[in-house]
């Protein structure tokens, strides 16, 4: 089963920023949507921000809006999330996913291919 690889979380200070990559070993993110999760503890999976392939289309969480980017290079075969102004609220193992199909899902369901979380963590 592939599984994407995400890196990039770690600890900071309200209202500053992160940036979390996605990337792939022997598979290809080609003519797949990828999406940003996240996961604080006993809440739900909820998507945070997608892009279709090859780009022209994102998706973002309201509350994010703003604050962070999802962009993808179709060279390296990546996906990044900046994440700016960051609050306590943004706290949250994220997730690296990948559809079998290039338009953007909404729902974890509609993801087959999941990466191991990261953990991003803002302090107030």
């Known amino acids: 089963q592939p599984k994407p690889v995400a890196s990039g979380g770690g600890l900071v200070q309200t209202g500053g920023s992160l940036r979390l990559s996605c990337a792939v070993s022997g598979w290809t993110f080609s003519s797949r949507a990828v999406g940003w999760f996240r996961q604080a503890p006993g809440e739900d999976r909820e998507l945070v921000a997608a892009i279709s392939w090859p780009g022209r289309k994102t998706y973002y969480k309201d509350s994010v809006k703003g604050r962070f980017i999802i962009s993808r290079d179709n060279v390296k075969d990546t996906v990044t999330l900046e994440m700016n102004r960051l609050e306590p609220k943004d706290t949250a193992t994220y997730y690296c996913?990948?559809?079998?199909?290039?338009?953007?899902?909404?729902?974890?369901?509609?993801?087959?291919?999941w990466g191991q979380g990261t953990q991003v963590t803002v302090s107030s």
């Open positions: 996913a990948a559809r079998s199909f290039s338009t953007v899902g909404t729902t974890p369901a509609e993801y087959s291919y």
